[in-house]
């Protein structure tokens, strides 16, 4: 959470740096590019993320770590070949993308960026696969150390350097793809002595048998990648070629704060997932529902503050991303009200998942895509941005709503609990009627919100302390791979 936290402000920090030194245009030019980078890279990684956490806390937990390596390298080897390709297909086709989105007009260097982003590409998938890979062996701490901290801060600390030198957006462009090319050598190196500090060997020649059980459960996981991504990036594009890149640049820091939020989400995924993983393969199906109920309750109390906060302070808090921006008002109030819908189900997707339900999930994902785009085609054009907002915004709510419905009905899992629904109690008083009531009494735009949040903040923690013990915070502390095992 600590991790979560910090890139949440250095990612906040990336896109204000960004709003504030550009240009809309040339902002929207700097989103779609990194838009396009997110979505290829993720269609690279073809879900092996999630395929590489289930399997080897799955064989850690059934003591066949001779399996780990097999599987390891099954899932590396089409990832390094598939990122490739994706790699030459930006040069080839990301041209004529940025001049249908009318971007290419803005930055005659707009090549010359794609590139760049096609040489992370490759770097990019592989890390990312690994850092899902040390997870899956037993620590998150590579995950927060190197990808919550280290990469976003050197993001940020590039992006905000080229900004301050009043560098052009292509520039800009290249300082948030180039902390890959450093983090991804790191995580390879710390992955390397986990596997050997756990006895676990680096290679194996049998791992072409593990293909086909890999990656028929990661198939699935593939599609699903590239629909989540298409589901919060694809908006973007949308929005570019329809209204043109400053609509664009609106749109994507009105909704910014929403990827704050979700880090919270990632937080306590990145736990949840393998001991999920552990309890299910040894048919522990009952503390898996507990698990399931409990991360649902530590999801609300960690992100509905945001999501409440947001949807209450937006005519504020959209100044902060410039006077270009008041325009993305009711489309932040929508799309976080939503997602603060969405987290209220919890990890519901981990666990179709985790029970074997990847096909289903696919369904779902793509069921929930089809009807954002379907939505956004039919209202950007006659109602601009809050279009691709409520398009959104129905997206989420089918892509929670659903799997909630579904995995309680095969295997009675569920997210309610009197403890859920005391946080969101707690959390739509104290930061949605305490705020709120300042800013009727004061304005929709004055800065006396801030005490007031920081009240709210104060007496939300008392609340969580002295609920110490119903809410398991006990269980919040380091756990060694060998000990998880």
């Known amino acids: ?46 879900g092996t993320g999630v395929g590489l956490v289930h399997f080897i806390s799955s064989d850690l937990a059934r003591g066949e770590r001779h399996r780990i390596p097999q599987v390891v390298w099954a899932s590396l080897v089409p990832v390094a070949a598939i990122s490739l390709v994706g790699a030459a297909l930006t040069v080839a086709v990301s ?32 890390y990312d696969a690994l850092t899902a890979a040390t997870r899956g062996l037993g620590s998150a701490r590579p995950t927060v150390l190197v990808e919550k901290i280290g990469r976003p801060l050197l993001q940020g600390i590039g992006v905000f350097i080229a900004a301050a030198s009043g560098a052009s957006s292509v520039v800009l462009v290249v ?12 995580m390879a190196v710390w992955f390397v002595r986990m596997m050997r500090s756990a006895g676990v060997p680096l290679y194996s020649a049998q791992w072409p048998q593990s293909l ?11 599609l699903t990648g590239v629909f989540q991504v298409l589901l919060q990036r694809l ?7 329809i209204l043109g890149a400053s ?41 898996a529902r507990e698990l399931f109920r409990v991360s649902a309750a530590w999801i609300v109390g960690l992100c509905g503050p945001l999501y409440m906060a947001v949807c209450v302070t937006a005519p504020w808090l959209v100044q902060l991303l410039g006077a270009k921006y008041q325009a993305g008002v009711w489309t932040m109030v929508v799309v976080t009200g939503t997602m603060f819908v969405g987290n209220a189900c919890g990890l519901v997707d981990v666990v179709l998942v985790t029970l074997g339900r990847t096909s289903l999930n696919m369904l779902n994902v793509a069921v929930a895509l ?28 089918v892509n929670n709503v659903l799997p909630v419905i579904q995995v309680h009905r095969s295997n009675g899992f569920t997210p309610f609990s009197r403890l859920w ?44 302390w002295r609920r110490r013990e119903v809410l398991n915070l006990g269980r919040i502390r380091p756990v060694t791979a060998t000990a998880s095992a």
Do not use: C
């Open 212 to 222: 086909r059980p890999v990656w028929s459960f990661t198939a699935p996981r593939a």
């Open 175 to 186: 300082a948030w793809v180039a902390p890959y090319a450093i983090a991804a050598p790191v």
């Open 370 to 397: 089809v009807l954002n785009v379907s939505i956004d085609v039919v209202l950007i054009p006659h109602i601009g941005i809050i279009g691709a907002a409520i398009g959104w915004a129905v997206a989420i709510l």
């Open 421 to 464: 629904l005391q946080a969101l109690i707690s959390i739509g008083l104290l930061f949605g009627v305490l705020p709120g009531i300042f800013l009727l009494i004061f304005g929709s735009k004055s800065v006396l919100v801030i005490p007031a949040l920081v009240v709210a903040t104060g007496i939300y923690l008392v609340i969580v």
């Open 95 to 126: 041209p004529v993308l940025l001049r249908a989105l009318g971007t290419a007009a803005i930055n005659r260097h707009a090549d010359t960026a794609m590139v760049i982003v096609a040489i992370g590409i490759p770097i990019g998938a592989l």
């Open 235 to 241: 908006d973007i594009l949308l929005v570019g070629g």
């Open 1 to 46: 959470m600590v991790g979560a936290g910090l890139s949440a402000v250095l990612n906040l920090v990336i896109v204000l740096a960004v709003t504030r030194s550009l240009s809309k245009p040339d902002a929207g030019f700097v989103f779609t590019a990194t838009a396009i980078y997110v979505l290829i890279e993720t269609l690279s990684n073809a």
């Open 247 to 287: 609509a664009a640049a609106v749109y994507t820091g009105a909704t910014r704060f929403v990827v704050v939020g979700q880090l919270g989400n990632q937080a306590v995924s990145y736990a949840f997932q393998p001991q999920l993983a552990r309890l299910v393969a040894t048919q522990r199906l009952e503390e």
